[in-house]
C-alpha cells in the first residue's frame, strides 16, 4: 500500500492545482493538497485489484472527491465558484461510474463502431452532467425559488436561463421514480449526494450508477428524443 500511495503523491498535487485553479477556491492550495491526500490514502486502503479498475483511475476519483469536498468544508465558496464545483462533481460521478461499468469489459460482439457511439453518448452526457450542475446550483433558493444568478443582469439572459432550468425540472420529472428523487434532490435542492443515497436506503456505489443512468436519459431528453 505505502509503494501504492508514494507512486500517487503528484497526482495528489496536479489534481488540487488544477481545481484551485479552476473552481476559484478561497481554500489554500496547501490544505486542497492534504485533502486529496486523504483521499489517497483511503483509495490505497479500499482499492481492489479484482474489480479491474486501476488503481491509478481508482485513486483519480478519491483523489478529485476529497479535493472537492475540502473546497466545501474550508471556505465558503462565492456563487459562481459553488456553481463550477457542482458541474465538475456531476462530471466527475458520472465518468467514475461508466469507467466502473466499463472495467468488466466489451460486450460480446461489439466493435469499433459501438465504441464511438458509446464514447460520443458519454460525451453528450458529460456535457448534461456539468450544465445540471452549473444550472441548478446558483440558481434555486432554500425555498425552491429560482433567484437572481450572478453574470447575467439582462433581463432576456435570465429569462433564457430561467426557460433553460425549467425544461431540465421538466425532464427530471418524467425520470423513475429513484433516479428523479435522487437528481432532484441533489440538484435542484441542493441536498448532499452521499446523504440523499442514504435516505433512500442505496450504497454510494449504486446511487453513483442511478445518477449515471439518469444523466444518460436526461441527455436524450434534452436532445429531443425518446428515451
Known amino acids: 500500500m505505502a509503494d501504492r500511495v508514494e507512486g500517487a503523491l503528484d497526482l495528489v498535487d496536479a489534481i488540487a492545482g488544477h481545481l484551485h485553479r479552476t473552481v476559484g477556491s478561497p481554500a489554500s492550495l496547501e490544505d486542497l493538497i492534504s485533502a486529496g491526500r486523504e483521499g489517497l490514502l483511503e483509495a490505497a486502503r479500499r482499492w481492489d485489484p479484482a ?21 466545501r468544508r474550508l471556505g465558503h465558496l462565492p456563487r459562481r465558484a459553488y456553481a463550477r464545483l457542482r458541474g465538475i462533481e456531476a462530471a466527475s460521478r458520472l465518468s467514475e461510474a461508466v469507467h466502473e461499468d466499463l472495467a468488466v469489459g466489451p460486450a460480446p460482439g461489439s466493435g469499433a463502431g459501438d465504441a464511438d457511439s458509446k464514447l460520443a ?86 446511487a453513483s450508477r442511478l445518477h449515471a443512468r439518469a444523466i444518460h436519459r436526461l441527455t436524450k431528453r434534452l436532445r429531443g428524443i425518446a428515451g
Open 121 to 206: 453518448d458519454h460525451l453528450a452526457a458529460m456535457a448534461t452532467a456539468m450544465a445540471v450542475g452549473l444550472l441548478a446550483a446558483p440558481a434555486v433558493g432554500d425555498d425552491g425559488a429560482i433567484t437572481a444568478v450572478d453574470g447575467l443582469p439582462d433581463p432576456e439572459q435570465h429569462a433564457e436561463y430561467t426557460e433553460l432550468l425549467a425544461r431540465v425540472r421538466s425532464a427530471i420529472s418524467l425520470l423513475p421514480e429513484v433516479e428523479g428523487t435522487l437528481v432532484r434532490r441533489h440538484y435542484l435542492e441542493g441536498e448532499q449526494f452521499d446523504e440523499v443515497a442514504r435516505d433512500l436506503g442505496i450504497s454510494k456505489s449504486w
Open 51 to 71: 474489480r479491474g479498475v486501476p488503481f491509478h483511475a481508482y485513486a483519480t476519483y478519491r483523489i478529485r472527491g476529497a479535493v472537492l469536498d475540502g473546497m
